[in-house]
């Protein structure tokens, strides 16, 4: 039946994207989507619906990058299904897809509003990997604010809260692991306060944690990002390395 199709092909998208075969994720997510169109409107229909939309704002984000257009669309139509559906499960990725979404267009009135969302929505939940997201985008807000000791503490309270043996549900939802990027931004910010030595030690042994995950996606990533502190320090010697380890891992 296209209701058992669709179950399927969810499936299939999830388990491509714990692969990083993320091309494959989209088109099983799409696919999905399609069969949905042609099923009669209905509560499980719905719910089919959300499932597909927030595994496929994942792949988006891993395949077309935060800004894209496609991951707006694709929230806002999962967040009016979460409306109709009162409180699901679903909710808390689809709010924080709009929240990276406005984030990465610089959009800063919707940006504080999700991150603002996602706090209260975890002070009810109290689930610990959505508890991490929600301190990984609050610290990232107060980042891009300027407001540093904020912003640290926000990271703390996310690394405190991870789990490396359960970070693919984060990559899953969200394209990302944010127990990573946490830690990332928190070398940045100690580089922005004054220790950049500091900065750059955490953020090598973050590569080399990085390294040990299995997790192409989340490897570049680091790469790329601790690259940016050594540019940002100068170092061309390490900021070279760095940039063709992370191309070579973006290429494969």
């Known amino acids: 039946t296209l209701d058992r199709a669709v179950d399927y092909l969810t499936k299939a998208g999830q388990r491509a994207m714990q692969r990083s075969a993320l091309l494959e994720g989209l088109r099983h997510y799409g696919h999905a989507l399609e069969l949905l169109a042609q099923?009669?409107?209905?509560?499980?229909?719905?719910?089919?619906?959300?499932a597909a939309l927030v595994g496929m704002g994942g792949a988006l984000i891993a395949t077309r990058g935060?800004?894209?257009?496609?991951?707006?669309?694709?929230?806002?139509r999962a967040l009016s299904l979460?409306?109709?559906?009162?409180?699901?499960?679903?909710?808390?990725?689809?709010?924080?897809?709009?929240?990276?979404?406005?984030?990465?267009?610089?959009?800063?009135?919707?940006?504080?509003?999700?991150?603002?969302?996602?706090?209260?929505?975890?002070?009810?939940t109290r689930i610990a990997n959505e508890e991490l997201s929600a301190h990984f985008a609050h610290g990232t807000t107060l980042l891009y604010r300027g407001?540093?000791?904020?912003?640290?503490?926000?990271?703390?309270?996310?690394?405190?809260?991870?789990?490396?043996?359960?970070?693919?549900?984060?990559?899953?939802?969200?394209?990302?692991?944010?127990?990573?990027?946490?830690?990332?931004?928190?070398?940045w910010v100690l580089l922005l306060s004054g220790k950049p030595d500091t900065a750059l030690e955490k953020g090598r042994a973050l590569v080399a944690h990085a390294e040990?995950?299995?997790?192409?996606?989340?490897l570049a990533m680091v790469l790329v990002m601790t690259m940016l502190l050594h540019r940002d320090v100068r170092d061309p010697e390490g900021t070279l390395e760095l940039a063709e380890r992370a191309i070579a891992v973006s290429r494969e």
């Open 39 to 50: 099923l009669p409107p209905s509560l499980e229909r719905d719910k089919r619906e959300l």
């Open 66 to 76: 935060y800004a894209a257009l496609d991951i707006e669309k694709n929230y806002a």
């Open 82 to 124: 979460c409306e109709r559906l009162g409180e699901p499960p679903e909710l808390f990725p689809v709010l924080y897809g709009l929240w990276v979404f406005n984030l990465a267009r610089s959009h800063r009135a919707p940006t504080l509003e999700y991150a603002g969302k996602l706090l209260a929505l975890v002070a009810k």
């Open 147 to 187: 407001d540093l000791g904020p912003a640290l503490a926000a990271f703390d309270r996310a690394v405190s809260r991870y789990k490396p043996a359960e970070h693919w549900s984060l990559v899953r939802f969200y394209g990302d692991d944010h127990g990573l990027f946490s830690q990332v931004y928190a070398h």
């Open 212 to 218: 040990r995950l299995n997790d192409p996606l989340a």
